[in-house]
């Protein structure tokens, strides 16, 4: 089992900036790769970012790419997610999640992660 703590949302005004953190514990860290979803009211929960096993690769969803930065901390047993440039679109609740499984044709797909934090409330104000 991998138990994974999400912490860091908050409020803050569009133009904004956020780091958001998971801790991860139960398990050797850097045998997992990471990722990042979220989940907006009345939405399903999408992709945002993933980051390889070693920090090697990443990934991204076209609505975050260039504002949204994914790294890891294997040291620290954890995963970053940098936002810049918040837009009240970036609201949601966010999930970090953890996979043994992850190539880039599976990075974006919810089923290709095991375990999951219980996640973060982002809220962008215009």
């Known amino acids: 089992q991998v138990q994974l703590v999400e912490s860091g949302g908050g409020l803050v005004q569009a133009g904004g900036s956020l780091r958001l953190s998971c801790a991860a514990s139960?398990?050797?860290?850097?045998?997992?790769?990471m990722g990042w979803f979220r989940q907006a009211p009345g939405k399903q929960r999408e992709f945002t970012a993933a980051?390889?096993?070693?920090?090697?690769?990443?990934y991204y969803s076209d609505s975050v790419k260039g504002r949204f930065t994914i790294s890891r901390d294997n040291a620290k047993n954890t995963v970053y997610l940098q936002a810049h440039s918040l837009k009240p679109e970036d609201t949601a609740v966010y999930y970090c999640?953890?996979?043994?499984?992850?190539?880039?044709?599976?990075?974006?797909?919810?089923?290709?992660?095991?375990?999951w934090g219980q996640g973060t409330q982002v809220t962008v104000s215009s």
């Open positions: 999640a953890a996979t043994q499984r992850l190539t880039p044709s599976v990075a974006t797909m919810r089923g290709t992660y095991d375990y």
């Open positions: 980051v390889t096993w070693r920090g090697g690769s990443t």
């Open positions: 139960g398990r050797t860290f850097n045998n997992y790769a």
